[in-house]
């Protein structure tokens, strides 16, 4: 089975992106990150959902929507609940698709605080550092994956 339907979520504070420490983070706003993704989904022919919350309840909310809406990725770039929440964890191991991690930043040359990540442990890919771009590149690499084993 091929990937036809794809959420994209992200968390606290890339609301802000575009004036955000823009020396880490980029000049980009989320909205130009999210008509790059959209035109790039639709290039493909796929459903794209692109959503945002600063609240973790609303972010697992996300997933477990996507659990029963025939979603066949999550492209989550969880921020700062990167590195605690154990409830994104678990909310996408409930969630049978594919799973892309992406952060803007290396999260690897940071404060070390930020080199843990619970979604990392879920994660079929993981993509930092690479800007914007990561998202493209995320999807891009849900062509490659296989999906086959995930309900239908
Ligand atoms: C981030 C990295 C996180 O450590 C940070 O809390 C963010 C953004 C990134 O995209 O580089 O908010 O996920």
Redesign the pocket.
Known sequence: MSVRKVLVLN????NLLGT?QPE??GYETLDDIHQAVRHKAEQKGWTLRFFQSNSEGELIDAIQAARLDGTDAIII???????TSVAILDALNAYEGKVIE??????HK??TF?HHSYVSLRADGVI??LGSR?YLLALDGLGHVDVSKQKT
């Open positions: 968390g606290p504070n890339l955000r880490i983070y770039n969880p921020a700062a609940y990167s590195h992406v952060h803007l930043s290396n999260i940071r404060e930020r930092a550092g990561g």
